[in-house]
Nanobody, 121 residues
């Protein structure tokens, strides 16, 4: 399973960006997809995630500003980021948790390559 993330860039504080992440490759079913972010010297942190039934979870620092959604296939996830702040500057990573086969109950985790979001003050 490959994850292709896109949509990062440079934006002024208060602006908006939309990140996309598409999962592809072989046969799989998505359990959930989410976004994490990381700044140099700090641990990667959870931002938001969406489960296969559409339930969404957000970290407090993005509630009311970011919205996670997915397409009809459930294999592409979006992160609409609004009211961006300089402290949102980070590399954003897409993560997917999937089943690879009906008979295999193990969940497999995959990460995308990361996309840089820079918010200027």
């Amino acid at each position: 399973v490959q994850l292709q993330a896109s949509g990062g860039g440079l934006v002024q504080a208060g602006g908006s960006l939309r990140l996309s992440c598409a999962a592809s490759g072989g046969s799989f079913s998505v359990v959930g997809m989410g976004w994490y972010r990381q700044v140099p010297g700090k641990q990667r942190e959870h931002v938001a995630r969406i489960t296969s039934d559409g339930t969404t979870y957000y970290q407090d620092f993005v509630k009311g500003r970011f919205t996670i959604s997915r397409d009809n296939t459930g294999n592409t996830v979006y992160l609409q980021m609004s009211s961006l702040k300089p402290e949102d500057t980070a590399v954003y990573f897409c993560r997917a948790e999937v089943f690879l086969a009906d008979w295999d109950t193990r969940r497999y985790t995959y990460w995308g390559q990361g996309t840089l979001v820079t918010v200027s003050s």
